[in-house]
């Protein structure tokens, strides 16, 4: 910036002072340029916040980009947010970008080849400026005319207040690493709705809102055609179709985002502090298998919390390219359109979406077997139960796309191959429930027979059940333990600092020879204690723990690393000889026991409060499904932060309970919850995610009515039935009086509550409390449920 010509000054020094600046280069002027070679040709804008200037995103390959000053501190990586030339780098030598006497941005490479411009022009005095929102404009010196904006051309991230308009849109980058544009794509389309759509190699589909239900079930308007949707910086989002939100976080942070990420999914980031890691505080929803075209054509997409997403092709089929699933399987053998020549395998809880040929209702597997043999183009059809009408369907398929594996998908896919090939034979391999599922008969009838008889029937059966599933889920943690983990992409980052071992002399001091009990229950006591670091602890002893330290390692490092912002998060744990202790954050505000009778708690926060809990229990029942499950919601397990955020306790615990002590345990475990159990464990029924989600219906009901919920047991016909006295209650209102609601809404509460939100979310809970465990609702379709009557709650 040699030439510096008068007006410019002038302009500076009013630019410095009206933004309080004190760096000198949040502008470029008209004549120069910035180089590649030059570290310090950068613009950075007045509060610090943002850059722009040239980043190495390959070796020799440089983009022209802004992004957030401050690095990440996990990964020392830097956060992009815009760039001029994502899909055509320039070389690291005599690259530069100028503004041209023109008027004209221009990114020229080595060659003089011009990579990007902004097609601008003007003869006036122009600016380029990088101002504190991150926008980079190019803008009359005199005057506010603004020529162009890089907030007019967002690449995959908007920034709080800038739109998201008709004429933009958001293009994923190909992966974390390589930021050339990908296949997925976010834009208002021609139904006037925002939503997210895979343009791949050979087919495109949107996916987001869910494409089988129409705009106007998930609250959408198609009316308003000015197509705009923002982020605000407290972190509202509000959109033309009506489509809103706030984030988990909603309130002033440092620095937000929000960002369609390269897997397909779009959400918004926080971080509080920049030298802190951004954290995911709203994504457009759960179920990454969801997104189409992610594995490819011709494979599954499987998912768990722990070892994200996985791509498998299907049975007689290879990967095309082996190092990128996004171009799919392709067949290892000649399709054959003989009829005597073709068999069928099945592939268990395996669906396709799309590229139906057929569609049956009411109809056996042999009628759909043969549609599909009679057809030349079906490669495969699906044959599944259709549980709300009571009958089975057919679609017979001629492409094999948005394949997912989905443990709670009542149905197969029938695979067509050439008969006498050994992969028709071979059982498919899938991700496997099967597996965890085989396991977990063996061992509930090993266990069943060292079981204690000194309890009640029901009382044993009970722990047998739970037995059951802290040993599925061990056996299930350990059996992929060694798999790499990519959570992360998921947004749900694992938390790999801060974990750590703490000795039981260290622990000791910390709670002042465990001197403050603040609760009990679940395995152990929790008492409080301050850690050498200063941050206050909540620190459980585990009774009388006898668990190999070997396996306790393995459980604890798995359920430390698993991180999401409605659960407590585990600091660290101790394991020396008799001694097992865990050390979690400390929430000083207290559990929803002790605060549903309090007037604070009004309806808005007690819907964000169900909301919240319902979402975290979505996360940790998704796929291998039910790896892990609570078994142990009450209020007591749900602690609060100052902002009435919910965080979920105890979650794992289950893992690293005693299990040579089954009387103790059981004793603290199903004691303390009795009001909270679902009927499976009181009748030996299988346990699955179901008695999660019945403890949550429970919870909720509690805190719609204040009223503590009790069971008790009546013989009918000779036979034990389980009477929830609070469902049983709320049952017979709501079939009896037209004002139930008011009449089960406790008085807390008040009078100025949403009436139609505090329906939905009892009606909510009473599905979620019915008996038959196949009738109540998945955790995630509570959410959703939840989620599209959710309007703005202002604080
Ligand atoms: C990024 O992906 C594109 C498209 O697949 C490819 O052409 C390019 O070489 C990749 N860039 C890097 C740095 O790997
Ligand atoms: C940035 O992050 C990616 C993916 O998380 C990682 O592979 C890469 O090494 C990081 N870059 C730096 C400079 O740490
Ligand atoms: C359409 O949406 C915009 C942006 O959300 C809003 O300002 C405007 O009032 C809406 N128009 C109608 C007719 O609802
Ligand atoms: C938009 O949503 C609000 C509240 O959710 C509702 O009152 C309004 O009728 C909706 N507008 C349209 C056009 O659907
Ligand atoms: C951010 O974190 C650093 C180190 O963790 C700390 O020194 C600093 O005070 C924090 N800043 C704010 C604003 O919280
Ligand atoms: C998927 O398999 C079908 C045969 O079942 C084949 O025709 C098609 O080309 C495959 N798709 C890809 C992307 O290889
Ligand atoms: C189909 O296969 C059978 C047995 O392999 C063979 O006998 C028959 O000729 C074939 N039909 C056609 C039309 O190729
Ligand atoms: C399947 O349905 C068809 C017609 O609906 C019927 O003719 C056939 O007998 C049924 N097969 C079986 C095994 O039930
Ligand atoms: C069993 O649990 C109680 C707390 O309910 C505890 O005080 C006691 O020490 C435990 N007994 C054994 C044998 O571990
Ligand atoms: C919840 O109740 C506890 C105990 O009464 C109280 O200390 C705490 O402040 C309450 N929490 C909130 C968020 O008000
Ligand atoms: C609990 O939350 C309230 C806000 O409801 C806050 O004012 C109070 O400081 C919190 N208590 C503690 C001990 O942090």
Not at 54 to 69: D, K, L, M, V
Not at 125 to 133: E, G, M, S, T, Y
Not at 309 to 323: L, V
Not at 649 to 677: E, W
Request: with cysteine.
């Amino acid at each position: 910036m040699k030439n510096m010509d008068f007006s410019f000054t002038l302009f500076f020094l009013v630019l410095a002072f009206s933004l309080q600046s004190s760096s000198s280069s949040s502008s470029l002027r008209k004549g120069s340029s910035l180089s590649v070679e030059n570290l310090e040709d950068k613009i950075i804008s007045p509060n610090g916040m943002f850059t722009a200037g040239f980043i190495s995103i390959g070796e020799n390959a440089y983009s022209f980009a802004i992004w957030f000053t401050e690095p990440n501190s996990l990964k020392l990586n830097t956060t992009i947010i815009w760039m001029a030339n994502r899909d055509q780098p320039v070389n690291g030598k005599r690259s530069k970008l100028t503004l041209l006497n023109t008027g004209n941005i221009v990114l020229l490479d080595v060659s003089l080849n011009k990579v990007w411009s902004s097609n601008t022009a003007s003869l006036k005095p122009l600016v380029l400026h990088l101002k504190n929102d991150g926008n980079l404009v190019l803008l009359e010196l005199q005057g506010t005319m603004i020529l162009w904006q890089s907030f007019d051309s967002p690449t995959d991230t908007l920034l709080p207040g800038q739109p998201l308009t008709r004429y933009t849109k958001l293009v994923a980058s190909i992966s974390e690493t390589n930021h050339s544009s990908g296949f997925y794509t976010s834009f208002f389309d021609d139904e006037n709705i925002f939503g997210l759509h895979y343009n791949g190699r050979d087919v495109s589909s949107s996916y987001w809102p869910r494409p089988w239900l129409l705009s106007w079930d998930v609250g959408r308007s198609n009316f308003n055609s000015s197509r705009t949707a923002v982020l605000d910086s407290l972190g509202n989002f509000h959109s033309s179709d009506n489509f809103t939100f706030s984030t988990s976080d909603y309130g002033s942070v440092l620095q937000r985002m929000m960002k369609l990420d390269s897997d397909g999914m779009v959400r918004v980031y926080s971080r509080n502090n920049v030298s802190k890691n951004w954290y995911v505080s709203w994504q457009a929803f759960s179920g990454a298998c969801l997104v189409h075209g992610i594995c490819g054509a011709n494979s599954t997409c499987s998912y768990s919390p722990k070892y994200g997403r996985k791509c498998s092709c299907i049975p007689g089929y290879k990967m095309k390219n082996n190092n990128d699933w996004s171009y799919g399987c392709e067949p290892m053998f000649d399709f054959t359109c003989n009829k005597s020549e073709s068999t069928f395998l099945e592939m268990k809880n395996v669906e396709f979406y799309g590229y139906d040929f057929h569609y049956i209702e009411i109809c056996n597997y042999s009628t759909c077997e043969d549609l599909c043999i009679q057809d030349c183009n079906c490669v495969a059809f699906q044959h599944s139960f259709w549980e709300k009408k009571g009958f089975y369907r057919c679609f017979t398929k001629t492409q094999m796309q948005n394949g997912r594996f989905v443990p709670s998908f009542e149905g197969s896919t029938y695979l067509r191959l050439p008969k006498g090939n050994s992969f028709s034979r071979k059982e498919s391999s899938f991700p496997s429930n099967h597996l965890c599922l085989e396991k977990l008969q063996r061992v509930y009838v090993k266990e069943s027979e060292n079981q204690y008889v000194k309890f009640f029937l029901w009382f044993v059966t009970a722990i047998g059940a739970f037995e059951t599933v802290c040993i599925f889920s061990v056996w299930c943690s350990l059996y992929r333990s060694r798999q790499k983990t990519n959570a992360d992409q998921h947004g749900y980052h694992l938390a790999e600092i801060g974990f750590r071992k703490f000795s039981y002399l260290e622990l000791k001091k910390a709670t002042k020879g465990f001197s403050q009990e603040i609760g009990r229950g679940g395995g152990g006591v929790v008492y409080k204690g301050v850690l050498s670091d200063q941050r206050h602890a909540a620190i459980k002893r585990l009774y009388n723990a006898q668990q190999g330290e070997g396996e306790f390692l393995a459980e604890v490092g798995i359920i430390g690393r698993i991180n999401h912002m409605n659960l407590i998060e585990m600091w660290g744990y101790c394991a020396e000889g008799k001694y097992r202790l865990l050390v979690y954050e400390y929430m000083e505000n207290g559990s929803l026991a002790e605060n549903l009778s309090s007037n604070k708690l009004d309806w808005s926060k007690r819907y964000k409060i169900a909301l919240a809990i319902a979402r975290v229990l979505a996360y940790l029942h998704e796929e291998c499904l039910e790896w892990i499950l609570h078994c142990d919601i009450k209020p007591q397990n749900i602690l609060l932060d100052s902002n009435f955020q919910p965080k979920l306790a105890d979650f794992g615990l289950s893992k690293l309970q005693n299990r040579n002590n089954l009387n103790n345990l059981s004793v603290s475990t199903i004691r303390g919850t009795r009001g909270y159990m679902a009927p499976e464990w009181i009748f030996n029924l299988p346990i699955t995610s179901k008695v999660d989600v019945y403890s949550y219906g429970i919870v909720v009901l509690e805190m719609i009515t204040g009223k503590r919920p009790t069971t008790g047991f009546k013989v009918v016909n000779g036979e034990k039935e389980s009477v929830g006295r609070l469902v049983t209650w709320v049952r017979e209102k709501k079939g009896t009086s037209v004002c139930w609601l008011e009449e089960i809404v406790h008085d807390e509460i008040g009078l100025g509550y949403d009436k139609s939100k505090m329906e939905i979310l009892a009606r909510v809970a009473l599905d979620c409390v019915v008996d038959e465990r196949d009738s109540r609702p998945t955790m995630s379709r509570v959410v959703e449920m939840l989620q599209y009557h959710e309007i703005q709650i202002c604080e």
